[in-house]
DNA sequence: TTGAAAGCGTTACCAC
DNA sequence: GTGGTAACGCTTTCAA
């Protein structure tokens, strides 16, 4: 009815250049911010623009430019401390180079990310960061590389995939503790993650899809067997998915006779349920029961006692993935590069030497 | 060189309309899937579609249908659990109902977040969801909600702004914890928040900006003054923005001779922090300072003791005002709703009488 | 059931 | 400097 106060149909360059007297291509000028205009013409547009609330259609803009400003972000779940700190390193960087972050969850099902990921490539994103749920699943990865969009990989490699990739050095991290607590006397120790396989067993690193849980894995196992401990393979926990599957699996694990003496968690997440599931069925840490957990997240520090994490520089992960994109998205057309960040073991009071067994 | 190794130009509904042998209107039919189409010609395109690997572009048909699938996000900062957890549930939603979410960090600051809306306005997002960083500061809300963009607000609401809205009862639980400290003997109990005046001296509820938490404060002022405590204002602390001026604030607040024997932390990172530096300066809780935190974060059950908590319904506070918005996408115009959900205390081992003084 | 052609709101090229 | 106009890739009348 009044096309004035229920202003349904948005004001186009069109309309602020009738308005301003001059053609559309000038409004148009001076409006996206390109070309050359003369003083008296541009403000003449700014001034009709903004009696008319103009506001520009990125939608059309990126139709005709090719790019959307807009970087996809594929990520196993935003819940997890893990992730949606990266995702603040992320989202901070891309924000500060001009794009905006379009997020979705895979659930670490690799259906639903090639699915994301074709819904990305359909919105036209500039570029993207993923962390694959696995890594031996990424041909629709190559895929979205070998269209022209850059692609980063987060905290997941694959080594047979040639992208910009950014890791933690989690080999190292979990050869690291695993030494540790070899060295304190600990042979019964075991690793628990969320990874999962068709029987729930695991066999070898093989068996694990999450490139950073596989190197973590290879690592634990390799000092085992470095250390004499060999088919440290049962010790291998998975399928803690949920923290009720978590603590169904902590509960099993914990009050078998044959019980790990020293637990290492995958992450924050399966600690904070281990931790739980121990002080539930009165296991005392450290005296009866070691744990060390990957990524320091807040409450490891608060608890009685607090727990030994493993740092990961999850933030920078994050700010650097974003950054190599922006690199490419750039212009930079240099070979794939692939970053290890250094992880740290922040030693508090949840491990102890193994007085006998 | 190669046009055809090299897809740099994606396909188009032309380039599979010729390559089918039919018009461009019928292959953007089945490509579409709208319309009606032979079952013969259906097959001819669907398979020229796929030999040349045809993948729509989301932009321009958003162009032409005016809708982009989209659904625009503003919060406060990700990395707090309390907002990845409400983001989980606004995403789960949007996914299941065909949208997808793009995601713009406040930082909790107003300008920030209009240039955030103004971003997801140019991008044409179908509709938008708020937690506004000052409810005083709305014009930019109500601006985009005048735009013919469905709008709703999450955990903040605005009294003088009609829009769907959902919150928790922040005011009764607020109003609960502090009467079942002043039985538990207490006089001088602390409100801490993050919220911030310029001159970093609380007045009044209205220099709160913050939905939420202004109601949480007025509960709190309230019961102080029904039970008789009059001027409780010194004892709401502002300013803890990050966990490092949390801790000064914290210091010396606990570490000044007229401390106060409770505290009321308004989200679990600040609780963090304050049962930290409790720890600290060795203020033994509950027995010298009794704590209770906003946000049933998952660390508030393991420290030693436990923390008493006010329990959010903080997904399905994400999750409500998706399905609000949904509902909107869909067409519904009916008046706007303001959805309160129930909170919850979940008593645990922070808070304890307060024997003498 | 199918095709031709007119948009959608920009940018970008090319004359003037 | 400025204006006309052709893209961009799709949807959507309107005829045939």
Redesign the pocket.
């Known amino acids: 009815m009044d096309p004035n106060s229920s202003q349904r149909?948005?004001v186009?360059?069109?309309d602020v250049a009738r308005k301003a007297?001059?053609?559309?291509?000038?409004a148009?000028?001076v409006?996206?911010g390109?070309?050359?205009?003369?003083d008296?013409?541009?403000d003449a547009v700014t001034v009709a623009a903004r009696a008319l609330d103009?506001?520009?259609?990125e939608l059309?803009?990126s139709?005709?430019?090719g790019r959307s400003g807009t970087i996809g972000v594929v990520v196993g779940d935003i819940e997890n401390p893990f992730f949606s700190l990266a995702v603040r390193g992320i989202t901070d960087i891309a924000r500060q180079a001009g794009f905006t972050v379009i997020l979705i969850n895979s659930g670490e099902d690799v259906s639903a990310e090639k699915a994301a990921i074709r819904t990305l490539v359909a919105k036209r994103v500039d570029g993207l960061i993923v962390s694959p749920a696995k890594e031996s699943d990424v041909e629709h990865l190559r895929e979205a590389a070998r269209s022209g969009r850059p692609l980063a990989l987060l905290d997941r490699g694959s080594e047979a995939f040639e992208v910009d990739t950014v890791i933690a050095d989690d080999r190292h991290a979990a050869a690291g503790i695993t030494r540790q607590l070899i060295e304190l006397g600990h042979r019964r120790i075991a690793y628990i993650t969320a990874c999962d396989t068709p029987d729930r067993v695991f066999h070898t690193p093989n068996d694990i899809n999450t490139g950073s849980v596989r190197r973590r894995v290879e690592g634990f196992l390799d000092t085992c067997r470095e250390a004499g401990l060999p088919a440290m393979e049962r010790w291998v926990y998975m399928g803690a998915v949920t923290p009720e599957q978590t603590r169904q699996i902590a509960k099993r694990m914990l009050e078998g006779k044959n019980r790990p003496t020293a637990v290492i968690a995958s992450d924050s997440v399966i600690g904070l349920e281990i931790f739980k599931t121990s002080r539930l069925i009165g296991l005392a840490i450290p005296q009866e029961l070691s744990l060390i957990s990957f990524h320091d997240a807040d409450w490891t520090a608060v608890t009685s006692p607090p727990v030994t994490v493993v740092r990961q520089p999850v933030y920078q992960l994050g700010e650097t993935a974003a950054k190599l994109l922006v690199e490419r998205l750039n212009g930079n057309d240099t070979a794939p590069r692939k970053v290890v960040l250094r992880t740290e073991v922040v030693e508090r009071a949840s491990v102890a030497r193994l007085l006998e067994d």
Do not use: I
């Open positions: 149909a948005s186009t360059v069109a007297g001059v053609s559309k291509a000038t148009a000028r409006l996206g390109y070309g050359t205009v003369s008296r013409v541009r103009y506001r520009p259609n059309a803009r139709m005709t430019t």
